[in-house]
């Protein structure tokens, strides 16, 4: 198994700029998470996704972040216009959520440092 | 809602010795709990879980952790820490009537002196 796949691993840019990072869950998960990390505020989760469907975003900053899944390979998690603070590890994870487990498995991470 | 709280903030022992790094959770359901590691610059590994089943979790690399109710308690210790085990620890709750989301702990830096 690949296991949850994260691209790019390191992202440079500078204010203002679009950023979009990607994910592609574990083959046959159901549930896709994706969470920042930084050293002040520590692992944030900032939405989730059931079925393709987003559940709970309330942990989106604000409305400069987006995140889709179009299909159950696939997700995308962007930012426009991004800012410096929007620095940080951003992780992908995916769980099947079958009764009783609800295990998440994490990506690599991308490490987005905006100029 | 459901809560976990790590003990401590980092945690230094020698190599060779004992590895115990605490965590009380709060969730008045019957919670799943697991440990998560991070070595420095990687991603979140699962490490071990309790889901009702037996209270004393076996998990990977010798680590293993005891589900206490009556303590709402669930620490992680290994018999003889290894220099590879100096990473950032973390205690996660789930809880079932809120979704399949995870609660993380604020995390322990495990420090393993040579």
């Known amino acids: 198994d690949a296991g949850v796949i994260q691209s790019p691993r390191h992202e440079v840019t500078e204010m203002g700029q679009e950023v979009t990072l990607r994910c592609k869950p574990i083959s046959g998960h159901n549930s896709l998470f994706w969470y920042r990390q930084t050293m002040m505020r520590g692992l944030e989760l900032l939405i989730y996704f059931n079925n393709n469907v987003p559940i709970d975003d309330s942990g989106m900053p604000e409305d400069r972040f987006s995140a889709k899944m179009p299909n159950a390979s696939f997700s995308t998690l962007k930012i426009q216009p991004s800012e410096p603070r929007d620095s940080a590890v951003y992780f992908c994870?995916?769980?099947?959520?079958?009764?009783?487990?609800?295990?998440?498995?994490f990506g690599p991470g991308t490490r987005l440092t905006v100029t | 809602a459901q809560s976990v709280t790590q003990l401590d903030s980092h945690v230094s022992v020698s190599e060779g010795t004992p590895v115990l790094l605490r965590c009380n959770y709060s969730?008045?359901?019957?919670?799943?709990l697991f440990w998560y590691v991070q070595h420095p610059n990687k991603g979140l590994q699962l490490l071990l879980k309790y889901t009702s089943a037996a209270t004393l979790v076996k998990g990977i690399n010798g680590f293993e952790a005891e589900f206490k109710k009556s303590e709402t308690s669930f620490h992680l210790t290994k018999p003889s820490a290894h220099m590879s085990d100096a990473a950032e620890y973390f205690c996660v709750v789930s809880d079932l009537r809120y979704g399949n989301k995870l609660v993380f702990g604020a995390g322990t830096i495990l420090r393993v002196k040579s």
């Open positions: 969730s008045s359901y019957s919670p799943s």
């Open positions: 994870a995916s769980s099947l959520a079958t009764s009783g487990s609800y295990e998440q498995y």
